[in-house]
């Protein structure tokens, strides 16, 4: 004679339901595209309670019940957060592709632009500032030779020494210039000067330190200003030359580090001036040595 069901006798099988539902179903429901694909055979969120509560209604046991109540409040919270955030990311897509774009199409058009200036320090022939070196912020020497300007300085206070070699001034410009840091103190930097004004020395510097962070600062002609801050970046190499590059198209600075864009901001302040190299000593008694090599300077044909 078979032994009589009990009541709920089918509930460890429902039961093994639920708890698989609690564990399967929020990472699922947390995946917009799990939403876009369920849009199109139906709203998952009005059919889950639905079920939920008829397994309740038919007899699981209290455990059981407290268990798919759970699952199903942190499946709907879940599904919610991720159908919330699919949205935002929806609608902010289009204007961050928008932007890549238009700043792609910049950069495009700045480096078709013809070349000004361009220097391989095979022979000093453009200018630049070469010799001994001894005032009040620094001493040392600058050398064009073996195919490098090679600059090697120690610093008497805190200083920032740039050189400028023949050429316009310019106003929009895609420059630059590879940077070997042969010999730098953790807070050495070296890079670009660019709309460098001889009036009242106000110019924005591009740096790299040897710790693989770069930097875009402006000295207004009284004080300096960080522009973007102390940032790092995978584009950048150790032991090794690295490419700086600037884009300035009217207010828009775009900064690229070995041929990749590490960022990128509009500021008016400095329209138009020289474009150059520098190199910064924080301390006095620092000792730095840095190669630049392959300066070039893009401006629109006039």
Not at 176 to 182: F, I
Not at 273 to 283: E, K, Q, T
Request: glycine share 8%.
């Amino acid at each position: 004679m078979p032994s009589p069901r009990r009541k709920g006798g089918n509930c460890a099988g429902l039961l093994v339901l639920i708890i698989v539902a609690a564990v399967v179903l929020p990472p699922l429901v947390s995946m917009p595209i799990f939403w876009r694909a369920m849009s199109r055979v139906g709203t998952l969120q009005n059919v889950v309670p639905t079920v939920v509560q008829a397994l309740v209604t038919q007899g699981l046991p209290e455990g059981a019940a407290a268990t798919a109540q759970a699952a199903l409040a942190r499946g709907k919270a879940t599904a919610q957060a991720a159908m919330t955030q699919g949205a935002a990311e929806a609608a902010s897509t289009p204007d961050a592709r928008a932007t890549e774009l238009a700043l792609q199409a910049a950069l495009n058009k700045a480096q078709s632009w013809p070349v000004v200036f361009s220097d391989n320090f095979n022979k000093n022939n453009q200018g630049w500032s070469t010799g001994n070196v001894d005032n009040q912020y620094f001493s040392g020497s600058r050398q064009v030779a073996s195919g490098h300007y090679h600059w090697s300085l120690t610093a008497k206070t805190g200083m920032f020494s740039y050189a400028f070699a023949d050429m316009p001034v310019v106003t929009d410009f895609f420059a630059g210039v590879d940077v070997t840091l042969t010999a730098m103190p953790s807070l050495g930097q070296a890079g670009l000067a660019f709309r460098h004004s001889a009036a009242d020395q106000s110019e924005y510097v591009f740096t790299l330190r040897p710790n693989r962070m770069y930097i875009l600062t402006m000295f207004d002609g009284q004080q300096w200003t960080e522009l973007i801050p102390w940032s790092s970046s995978s584009a950048i190499h150790t032991g090794r030359p690295n490419r700086l590059e600037v884009s300035a198209q009217g207010p828009q600075l775009v900064l690229l580090i070995n041929s990749q864009v590490v960022n990128d901001i509009d500021d008016g302040h400095l329209t138009q001036g020289d474009v150059g190299i520098g190199m910064d000593l924080a301390y006095g008694k620092d000792r730095g040595q840095v190669d630049f090599d392959n300066f070039e300077v893009r401006a629109p044909a006039r």
